[in-house]
């Protein structure tokens, strides 16, 4: 029986370090997983929060492209419109710019035309005054009198009058 003994089985100290095994268990488990559980969590929480916030600041970034892709689209399109009505602008300063010299030619060759005709007016004068006096030199030597005013007005609106024929 001496080998027997050796392999005996102790049941009461099977259960006792059962027992002591229950209880590390226990204790392990509350101070040791219970609180590595809390630490873990709360990692991943802040990891979370961290991609949350990545999330929302890169749809931020989205809404802000889009804002910007669009006030550059309306700034486009207000360049196009300043440019358009610089050009009608223009255009209507040259047709005023181009009515405004029109008018001033106009008024100039109409001027220029009653210069025109009035230096005629005073060439004829002046002719009509020397051929009167050519003719009335001419008709005192021809006919060798003297000629009267009516007769000398007569001769000289009848020579004007074949001037102009």
């Known amino acids: 029986m001496g080998n027997l003994e050796l392999i005996s089985v102790n ?11 229950l209880i590390l268990f226990l204790l392990i488990k509350k101070f040791l997983f219970k609180p590595v559980q809390r630490i ?19 749809e931020a970034a989205d809404r802000d492209k889009a804002l910007y892709a669009e006030k550059l689209e309306n700034a486009e399109a207000e360049a196009d ?15 005023v710019v181009l009515a ?5 030619a106009s008024a100039m060759l109409k001027k220029a035309e009653a210069e025109i005709a009035q230096e005629r007016k005073k060439a004829v004068n002046e002719i009509k005054n020397e051929i009167s006096d050519i003719s009335v030199s001419i008709a005192g030597k021809v ?9 000398h007005k007569t001769l000289i609106d ?8």
Do not use: M
């Open 100 to 104: 405004e010299a029109t008018e001033k």
């Open 11 to 21: 049941i009461p100290h099977i259960l006792i370090t059962i027992v002591n095994l």
């Open 40 to 58: 873990l969590d709360a990692r991943k929480a802040e990891v979370d929060k961290v991609y949350a916030d990545a999330a929302d600041a890169q």
């Open 158 to 165: 009848g020579f004007i009058e074949e001037l102009d024929a």
């Open 81 to 95: 419109a300043l440019l358009k009505n610089a050009a009608k602008k223009a255009e209507q300063n040259s047709d």
């Open 143 to 151: 006919i060798e009198r003297e000629i009267n005013a009516d007769d």
